[in-house]
């Protein structure tokens, strides 16, 4: 079946520091691949997505490039800010039958960015 | 513009209970999703809804089941409550079918069964 493997966590890093979140998944066909974050007391947040190999999906300083060749769709950002504090979930989404795609979502990864 | 609205938005049953959870999808979505998020878990699917109709259902017993309305709006009902039914349930929605849009997903109801 379908499914996605994240680092555990929590990552704890200062502020400014690097960010890497890795990602893999496992599926039978050709996915579509996303990053969602998850404020306290909040929903889920489309962060960004890819839905070919190589693409690159990017928003607010994150990005991530869909690795066919190694199944992975590792999160980065380059200086991290207190307010990117949150929890992260990496998902694949793939068309099940007839038209419906619904997304299978990994254990999530917990940031925590201090001052 | 409204997201997707969820209620409530805190609820305690005790074991054996029914409880019903509502959702309104976000203006222009026609399909709704409900999601189960164990605390420390990812959201785990339990069913989707488009055209009134359930399409997809995840590996959820029969005590878990569903309604969309005409107007989009969606219900989530579980029977006879376990502990173990205790958890954030998502309602997400998407802008239609047979293509891959993107879910928004609301703030959730927070269940805890005692």
């Known amino acids: 079946g379908n499914s996605v493997t994240q680092m555990e966590g929590p990552v704890t890093l200062s502020e400014e520091a690097f960010l890497t979140i890795n990602c893999t998944y496992t599926a039978t066909g050709y996915p579509s691949l996303f990053w969602y974050v998850q404020y306290p007391g909040e929903g889920l947040q489309l962060l960004l997505k890819a839905t070919k190999a190589d693409d690159k999906g990017s928003n607010k300083g994150f990005e991530a490039t869909y690795r066919k060749e190694t199944t992975s769709f590792h999160l980065e950002k380059g200086s991290v800010q207190v307010s990117d504090s949150a929890v992260y979930f990496c998902?694949?989404?793939?068309?099940?039958?007839?038209?419906?795609?619904?997304?299978?979502f990994g254990r999530g990864t917990s940031l925590i960015v201090h001052p | 513009d409204a997201g997707v609205t969820q209620s409530p938005t805190h609820l305690i049953k005790t074991r054996g209970q029914q409880v019903t959870l509502r959702c309104s999808p976000k203006s222009g979505h026609d399909t709704v999703s409900w999601y189960q998020q164990a605390l420390g878990q990812g959201p785990q699917f339990i069913f989707q809804?488009?055209?009134?109709?359930?399409?997809q259902r995840g590996n959820f017993p029969d005590r878990f089941s569903g309604h969309q309305f005409p107007n989009y709006s969606s219900e989530l009902n579980v029977n006879a409550l376990l502990l173990g039914d205790s958890a954030l349930y998502l309602c997400a929605s998407s802008p239609g079918w047979g293509e891959d849009y993107g879910y928004t997903f609301g703030s959730g109801t927070r269940l805890t069964v005692v």
């Open positions: 809804y488009y055209e009134e109709e359930e399409r």
């Open positions: 998902a694949l989404s793939i068309d099940t039958s007839g038209g419906s795609y619904i997304p299978t």
